[in-house]
């Protein structure tokens, strides 16, 4: 079976799985999903950059806040529409990537993890001091969940987490074809060696920044669902825990898999909600949760089944992919100096 | 006519059958325990307030054996960190949807009381928060779901603003913490300082967390007689510990609300919090038989004093029991948090009375800090007694003047 | 005049402060290539052990020793038993130790409460030193003077030793190191508990500035970060000047342009980022 098959197979059972959840859960256990669902689509985002790119970011929530505020601002301000509020706070977190991409993807390894967690601070810094616009550090509630089209309502939480969900699959969907296409593999292909890529007569530079600007657009959807989902943008959006723990999330389900961010979501999310009620030192569990991760699955949960199941056979996947790529580029470069049908 | 009576006789044999059953369902209430959601913060940089304000609940709850109005009371104790409100929001809802809690009471921080404050209004559940002070949540956006058994920022700032200039003080640098309960603390005094004729000469709003005050502290004024300040926490520890490095203690006079010298970092402060004088609605060493009683009790329970936030936990607690003793175990949405306000209790701190905006009407202790038995202490050397949370002024006076947060920057003019 | 003089000698302090609290994560960071994010949780123990050593003994020198203990034990356990697993693959590092920093942080709650504290400097180093009128802390003279003698000392340290030069070679070339027989993982055991140790120190040094808290952890560490990033990674010369660069637009700004505070510390690295992708004197990862 095709890995393609395979990964349309997957998808649809869970879309079936998302079908059935809301007869068996309690709105409790739904609104966790739906959380888990919003947080995987901002690992979604960091997955991009860490698993296509190589380069491992503590500052997504930079695009996830700015995301959640320019919702809330636009709702306040311009009154009623939801649909060019949701717009507006996708198109703040582009036009943020657009801004913070050239000055960001110049660094790479940690200086590049530092200089997205500045972005952070300063943005967590101007949410903090700049009252008139974001209401200091009470942020902005109040946020109602809109009507999207006449007659139906967000504001149950089974509506919203329907809502999610679609927002989730399409996200899903379009990574995929995303990542398969040729532009994906020409990420892959900057992570294996830039130097060669470059080579290759690739324009790296611009390759890497259009990724960094969907990544932003990936983090901002995250931001404007959770904006409606608490209904309350805060400085706190911005802070070091939310990244960090986008980062965990991909690194616990497998950086460079398509279902890696929401396998790390999940778990992540139900271990903080159970620990949580048991202890009030939940803290220590979830530092032993990064602590574990990093010694016993340090290819994510994914990556180590998937090595489990077939010993070898991902790393010449991978090598096979690689290779194929780079014979792609060589044919596309060379064609005009290798005779292409030797038979004429 | 025939069938009028049919009818009626079957309304009347459904109605026998039917009594029972609301009897029973009504006893069923009675013996299930009333179920409190308490939220608090145990990470993060509230944890210390998080773990007395527990503590302090914990030890009423004990004396009254979990009890009030012929119910059991069942309290889940829940961390909500610190800041970050996501987190606050998640929680309430746990405890709504999955625990079904009558009653949600605690809350450190201000931005999770208001996202909270929407919650509440919307589920209709009570909302008795311990400590978060802003202005506005029993002010301009008050609801009726709302009871604040703690303080107002603004609230006890007003009486030591009159206090000050009556004490010959004149001309003041207003400092604090760059965020809202800054600007409403610090506020307060400054408002009630000018209006008797006083003069600000000055404004400094360092960051919240700031590590190094010496750039701020070599900017003072020094025409100033008094510095007018709201810190809390670690801030406050060494807020308090620099201006006395700094040569100005005994200089310029520092005065401010309780935080800066609270009783859990005082010790440490020692000789640079001599003669710092703060406001509070709390005092340890109050000479009254509720507060003996108190101090006595929690230092045999948790092996040292009380403080503020634990007697504030206290407090939500008691509270909480006296309103479910008069409304006999019933929890009625809005008519239970009506009953909240009108109580009269009798605090540690004082008689506690509420206004119809929720907020509080207490005593306002001026303190100031002394060595008293070798140990460093708030002394209580002035006590105004039922402050409203708006001072002289009426409610809707108060109101439409600007908010502290408006006026932040427009005071020395 | 007198602005300017106590603002630079504010900035001075500030920056040999931020020298003391950076200098054990660029040392370990120097050799070893991992960014400690526990970097901040040796603080935090080093303060606190400080603290419970100094009840106990009631001076401020067996204080300090035994918070150098207590932070050196930490991380002698973090690189022996955990880094060491997964040497060479930064992310997992930097994972790992983000990890124990929750961990680190929530046991010091447990064993010694949440209440802010400071270590009680001793009676000689408080009060304030008259300068011809300007009147200066005692204490803050005291750490600039510790922090340029642990400058040079680290310093003469790496350049002028036997034990600097295995060190250099250590960085250089490991393999090399190897072959010419350095016990490397013993020299790296070694440097990583004495980085640790230093951070411990900076912990009781720093105790009358910053003091401990919950949380203290990562605010150490956000701004270790930003003064190694800004200096150059790996470098101790970049170190000492990033500290003086950082304490500078951060003391500087605050005093000048209040209304920025915010952003005196984050706003000025993201940019000597941007132009200078690995900091002001860093070598090339």
Redesign the interface.
């Known amino acids: 079976m095709s890995s393609k098959i395979k990964t349309v197979i997957f998808l649809l059972s869970l879309v079936a799985a998302f079908a059935l959840l809301p007869f068996i859960l309690s709105t409790y256990r739904l609104g966790l999903v739906t959380s888990a669902l919003i947080l995987a689509i901002l690992a979604m985002s960091a997955n991009l950059l860490l698993g296509y790119l190589g380069l491992a970011s503590v500052g997504q929530a930079a695009f996830f806040g700015v995301a959640a505020y320019a919702v809330a601002i636009f709702t306040r301000s311009v009154d009623g529409a939801a649909w060019s509020a949701i717009g507006m706070g996708l198109m703040t977190a582009v036009a943020a990537g657009v801004l913070f991409g050239p000055l960001a993807i110049r660094t790479r390894d940690i200086f590049f993890l530092v200089i997205m967690l500045a972005f952070c601070q300063i943005l967590y810094g101007v949410a903090y001091s700049w009252r008139t616009i974001t209401g200091g550090d009470d942020g902005l509630p109040g946020l109602v969940r809109p009507e999207l089209i006449a007659g139906i309502s967000l504001d149950s939480p089974l509506a919203y987490y329907i809502f999610v969900v679609i927002v989730f699959l399409l996200i899903t969907g379009a990574f995929w074809m995303l990542v398969n296409s040729p532009f994906g593999l020409v990420l892959k292909g900057i992570k294996d060696s830039e130097v060669r890529m470059r080579a290759l007569g690739y324009n790296v530079w611009l390759y890497k920044y259009l990724a960094f600007i969907i990544s932003a657009f990936i983090g901002g959807t995250a931001g404007v669902l959770h904006a409606y989902f608490y209904g309350c943008p805060n400085p706190a959006d911005f802070s070091l825990i939310h990244s960090s723990s986008a980062l965990l999330m991909v690194i616990l389900g497998g950086p460079g898999t398509l279902f890696g961010p929401l396998v790390g979501s999940l778990i992540i999310v139900f271990v903080r909600d159970i620990v949580s009620s048991i202890t009030d030192r939940w803290l220590i569990v979830l530092g032993l949760a990064y602590v574990c991760t990093v010694l016993f699955f340090p290819d994510g949960f994914l990556g180590t089944i998937g090595k489990w199941r077939e010993p070898r056979i991902s790393d010449v996947k991978d090598q096979a992919a690689a290779s194929t790529n780079t014979l792609l580029e060589a044919q596309s470069t060379a064609e005009t100096l290798l005779p292409t049908n030797p038979g004429e | 006519m025939k069938k009028v009576f049919l009818v009626s006789t079957m309304l009347a044999l459904l109605a026998l059958i039917c009594a029972p059953l609301l009897g029973i369902q009504a006893v069923a209430q009675a013996s299930e325990p009333v179920k409190v959601g308490y939220m608090i913060s145990l990470s993060g940089v509230y944890t210390a307030l998080g773990i007395d304000l527990r503590d302090g609940f914990n030890l009423y709850m004990d004396e009254i054996g979990n009890k009030a109005g012929g119910r059991e009371i069942k309290v889940f104790v829940e961390d909500k960190g610190s800041n970050d409100v996501s987190r606050a929001l998640d929680i309430a809802k746990k405890l709504f949807e999955k625990e079904h809690v009558d009653i949600l009471a605690g809350i450190v921080g201000t931005g999770s009381a208001y996202a909270l404050a929407e919650f509440v209004q919307k589920h209709k559940i009570p909302f008795v928060i311990s400590n978060a002070g802003a202005d506005d949540l029993t002010q301009r956006k008050n609801n009726p779901y709302i009871v604040r058994p703690a303080f107002v920022n603004s609230g006890g700032s007003h009486p030591l603003g009159e206090w000050l200039y009556d004490k010959g003080y004149r001309n003041a640098v207003l400092m604090g913490a760059d965020y809202a309960a800054g600007y409403e603390h610090v506020g307060g005094i400054a408002r009630t300082f000018k209006q008797k004729g006083g003069k600000v000469v000055q404004e400094i709003w360092p960051p919240l967390g700031t590590k190094d005050y010496a750039p701020y502290l070599a900017k003072i004024d020094r025409k100033a007689d008094v510095v007018m300040v709201f810190f809390a926490g670690a801030d406050a520890l060494r807020f308090v510990k620099q201006y006395a490095d700094y040569g100005l203690k005994g200089k310029v006079a520092l005065v401010g609300k309780g935080y800066l010298v609270d009783d859990n970092i005082l010790e440490k402060q020692a000789d640079s919090a001599e003669g710092v004088i703060t406001e509070s609605h709390y005092c340890l060493l109050l000479d009254t038989p509720d507060n003996n009683k108190f101090k006595q009790a929690y230092t045999k329970k948790y092996g040292h004093p009380p403080t503020l936030y634990s007697e504030q936990g206290y407090l939500t607690a008691k509270l909480i029991a006296e309103a479910l003793e008069k409304t006999k175990g019933e929890v009625k949405g809005e008519e239970f948090v009506k009953v909240m306000r009108s109580l009269e209790l009798k605090a540690p701190r004082g008689l506690v009375k509420f206004d119809t905006y929720g907020g509080t009407n207490q005593n306002s202790y001026i303190r100031e800090v002394k060595k008293v038995d070798g140990k460093w202490q708030n002394v209580p050397i002035k006590t105004y007694t039922g402050v409203s949370q708006f001072w002289t002024w009426s409610p809707e006076e108060f109101m439409k003047l600007p908010s502290y947060s408006d006026m932040k920057g427009k005071w020395t003019e | 005049m007198e602005?300017w003089i106590?603002?630079s000698l504010?900035a001075l302090?500030?920056a040999m402060?931020l020298f003391l609290l950076c200098a054990g994560l660029s040392l370990i960071f120097g050799l070893m290539n991992i960014?400690n994010l526990a970097h901040g949780s040796c603080y935090l123990i080093g303060a606190y052990a400080a603290l419970s050593v100094y009840t106990w003994s009631n001076n401020f020198f067996v204080g300090l020793i035994g918070g150098a203990v207590a932070a050196g034990a930490v991380g002698f356990v973090l690189q022996r038993f955990?880094l060491q697993?997964?040497y060479g693959?930064?992310?997992?590092q930097?994972?790992?130790t983000?990890?124990?920093?929750?961990?680190?942080?929530?046991?010091a709650?447990?064993i010694w409460?949440?209440?802010?504290?400071?270590l009680?400097k001793p009676a000689f180093l408080?009060?304030?030193l008259d300068l011809g009128g300007i009147?200066f802390?005692k204490?803050?003279l005291f750490v600039i003077a510790v922090g340029i003698a642990i400058g040079i000392g680290l310093w003469l340290f790496q350049e002028k030793t036997k034990w600097g030069a295995i060190l250099r070679a250590g960085v250089d070339d490991e393999q090399m190191a190897r072959a010419v027989g350095i016990n490397v993982p013993l020299l790296f055991t070694t440097v990583f508990v004495v980085g640790a140790a230093l951070t411990g120190i900076s912990g009781v040094l720093g105790g009358?500035?910053?003091?401990v808290?919950?949380?203290?952890d990562?605010?150490v560490l956000?701004?270790a970060?930003?003064v190694i990033?800004v200096g150059g990674?790996g470098s101790m010369k970049g170190a000492f000047f990033g500290s003086i660069i950082v304490a500078s637009l951060d003391?500087?700004g605050?005093?000048l342009f209040?209304?920025l505070?915010?952003?005196t510390?984050?706003?000025p690295?993201?940019i000597i980022?941007?132009l200078k992708?690995?900091?002001l004197w860093g070598r090339v990862?």
């Open positions: 602005f106590i603002q504010n302090s500030f402060l960014l955990l697993r997964i693959r930064r992310l997992l930097v994972l790992l983000f990890g124990c920093m929750f961990i680190i942080g929530d046991v709650i447990i409460g949440a209440d802010p504290t400071t009680e408080s009060g304030a009147f802390p204490y803050r009358p500035f910053v003091g808290y919950p949380g203290v990562l605010d956000l701004l970060v930003v990033i990674l003391n500087f605050k005093a209040p209304e505070a915010m952003f510390v984050f706003a690295m993201a980022l941007a992708p690995t900091g990862l």
